[in-house]
C-alpha cells in the first residue's frame, strides 16, 4: 500500500477503502508520506470528497492513529464540541453543571481560531491555570471533580494534528469531510459514552448559512453514531454575540457572574438545550426536557460554580475562585465607550468583524505562536434588536495602547448596523438534528 494509489484513485473520484485510509492516517502521523501527497491527499478529498462509509473510516483511522483513552467510573462520559462563534463561553458552564448532574466530563478543547474564541485561552487567562496534562492527571481530576477542560496531548488522533497543519496553508479547511473527521477524531479519542455538538450559524460562526450549518450537522451526528457514540446536533444562532463581551477575561467574568449570580441569560439557555440531550442520551433524565432543568437548576443553585472552582484548584489556579474571582482577572489600561451615531435599532451585527477586532487588539493570534493580552476585548456589547439613541454605548472596548482602542471603536461602529425598523430576531436554538 503506498500513498500514490490512493491519491489515485482520489483523483479518478474513487473513495478509497477503509484499509487505504487507515495506512494513510498512520502515514500522516508517522511522517511515512511527505508534505507535497498530504497535500494531494487533501485537495483530493476536499474537491471529490468521500462516501459517507469513507468519512467513517477516515474519522476512526484518524482517531486510531494515536491513544484512545478508556475509564472505569460510576457514570457516563459526556463531552461536547461547538463549532465555534464570537462571545461562546459555554463549555466552562456546561461542563460543571454535568458533573453536578452525575456525568464525568473529560473536554479536550482547543484554542482561539481566526475570529473565534478558544476554551483554554480563556481557562488560562485565570492565574496558575494549566491546561497541558498528562493522561493520568487528566483522568485523576475527571475522576475526582466529574470534569476537566484540558488540551490535546501529542499522542492524542496525531494524524489529525499533521492534517490540519496542511489544510490551512493548501486552502482545504472548508471540506465537509475533512471538518468531520478532523473535529470527531480527537473527540472520539476521549473514550466517550456520549456527545453532543453545538453547531452555530450566523454572522459569528464559520457556517453563515442554515443549508450549511445543517449540512454540517448531518455529517458529523451520522458519523458519530456509526462510530458507535451516541451523538446529536444542535443548530444554535450566532447572528450576534452568545454573551455581549468578546475576550478571554472579559468571557470569564460573564460565566462567572451566571455561575455565581444571575443563573440565567443565553449562556445558560444553550448550556441548558445541550446538556438536557446528552443527560437524557445517557439515561440521566427521562428526556431532554428533563435534563435541560437539571441543567439550569445546577446552575441556578450554585452546584455548577462548585465544581467548576474544585476544577480550577486542580488545574493549578486558585481556590475557592467563585468567591474572590474579580481580584484575579487582569483589567486593560485603556477603557473606551463607543456611541451609537444616531437612533435606531440595532438590526444586524457582524459578529466576525467584531472577533477579528478583538484579535486586533492582541485577544487572539495572527500566526501560531502570537501570545494573547487576556485583558483586552469588548465588553456591553448592545444585542439585535435594542433601540438606541444617539450617543447610547454600543459597547466598550479593552485595550492597551490608546490607537489600538481607535481601531477596534471604528471596527465596532463598522460592524453594528442601526436601522429606523426593528428586526426580527432569530431564535436561539434552531433544531436538532440526529
Not at 496558575?128 to 475527571?142: C, N, P
Not at 451566571?258 to 441548558?272: E, N, Q
Request: glycine letters at 12%; one cysteine or more.
Amino acid at each position: 500500500m503506498n500513498a500514490r494509489s490512493i491519491l489515485a484513485k482520489l483523483r479518478h473520484r474513487q473513495t478509497p477503502t477503509r484499509e487505504e485510509l487507515a495506512w494513510m492516517a498512520h502515514a500522516l502521523a508517522d511522517g511515512e508520506v511527505s508534505d507535497a501527497q498530504a497535500g494531494a491527499f487533501a485537495m483530493g478529498v476536499c474537491l471529490n470528497g468521500l462516501s459517507d462509509v469513507g468519512r467513517v473510516a477516515l474519522t476512526l483511522a484518524m482517531r486510531d492513529s494515536g491513544r484512545v483513552l478508556s475509564w472505569n467510573l460510576d457514570g457516563p462520559v459526556l463531552d461536547k464540541h461547538s463549532t465555534g462563534g464570537v462571545g461562546d463561553c459555554v463549555s466552562l458552564v456546561l461542563a460543571p453543571a454535568l458533573a453536578a448532574c452525575g456525568a464525568f466530563v473529560p473536554m479536550i478543547s482547543g484554542r482561539g481560531l481566526g475570529h473565534t474564541g478558544g476554551t483554554l485561552d480563556k481557562l488560562e487567562a485565570i492565574p496558575g491555570v494549566t491546561t497541558q496534562l498528562s493522561e493520568g492527571h487528566f483522568k485523576q481530576i475527571v475522576g475526582q471533580v466529574g470534569c476537566a477542560i484540558v488540551g490535546a496531548t501529542a499522542d492524542i488522533a496525531p494524524a489529525d494534528r499533521r492534517l490540519y497543519a496542511i489544510r490551512d496553508v493548501s486552502s482545504t479547511v472548508d471540506s465537509l469531510d475533512l471538518i468531520t473527521a478532523s473535529i470527531l477524531s480527537k473527540k472520539l479519542a476521549a473514550g466517550l459514552d456520549g456527545l453532543v455538538l453545538d453547531v452555530k450559524v450566523g454572522s459569528g460562526a464559520f457556517m453563515k448559512s442554515l443549508p450549511e450549518a445543517q449540512a454540517l450537522a448531518e455529517a458529523l451526528t451520522k458519523t458519530a453514531n456509526a462510530a458507535k457514540c451516541r451523538t446529536t446536533a444542535v443548530i444554535s444562532d450566532m447572528s450576534q454575540p452568545l454573551v455581549p463581551s468578546l475576550g478571554n477575561t472579559l468571557e470569564v467574568a460573564e460565566v462567572m457572574q451566571v455561575l455565581t449570580g444571575s443563573g440565567r441569560g443565553p449562556i445558560v439557555d444553550v448550556a441548558a438545550a445541550l446538556g438536557g440531550v446528552l443527560l437524557a442520551n445517557a439515561g440521566l433524565a427521562q428526556d431532554v426536557q428533563e435534563g435541560a432543568d437539571a441543567i439550569a437548576h445546577a446552575i441556578r443553585k450554585g452546584f455548577a460554580a462548585e465544581r467548576f472552582a474544585r476544577m480550577l484548584s486542580a488545574l493549578g489556579g486558585p481556590v475557592n475562585f467563585n468567591e474572590n474571582w474579580r481580584r484575579f482577572l487582569p483589567e486593560a489600561t485603556v477603557i473606551r465607550q463607543v456611541s451609537a451615531p444616531h437612533d435606531g435599532y440595532v438590526a444586524k451585527i457582524d459578529g466576525e468583524a467584531l472577533g477579528l477586532a478583538v484579535v486586533g487588539l492582541g485577544g487572539g493570534r495572527v500566526v501560531e505562536n502570537d501570545r494573547i493580552n487576556p485583558a483586552v476585548g469588548l465588553s456591553d456589547v448592545v444585542r439585535l434588536g435594542t433601540k438606541v439613541t444617539r450617543g447610547q454605548t454600543l459597547a466598550v472596548v479593552h485595550a492597551v495602547r490608546s490607537d489600538q482602542g481607535d481601531a477596534a471603536a471604528q471596527a465596532v461602529l463598522q460592524a453594528i448596523k442601526l436601522s429606523g425598523s426593528r428586526p426580527k430576531v432569530p431564535d436561539l436554538i434552531i433544531e436538532r438534528v440526529g
